[in-house]
């Protein structure tokens, strides 16, 4: 096993591979959702990792609006105190 995952944080799980042997794996860590800067209310996007994420377009990355940080009633209060 490798020395990067040898911590308590990371599930263990036992696996009888297809050859009868007892082999214990890793579960992959499961991603959270991105949440809102301000109230940290979930945005809606999906759970992507860092490599799902490189794999996406172009388009498919860039914010198609203002704040992307931010939930929607917090971005409609943050533009409403840059209007006045």
Do not use: D
């Amino acid at each position: 096993m490798r020395r990067a995952l040898r911590t308590r944080a990371r599930k263990k799980v036992g696996v009888k591979t297809p050859g009868k042997r007892h082999v214990t794996k890793i579960r992959q860590e499961k991603h959270s959702y991105e949440k809102c800067g301000v109230c940290g209310h979930k945005l809606n996007k999906p759970k992507l990792t860092s490599i799902e994420r490189r794999r996406l377009p172009t388009t498919k990355k860039r914010p198609e609006r203002p704040y992307p940080e931010l939930c929607s009633p917090c971005m409609r209060i943050k533009i409403k105190e840059i209007i006045r």
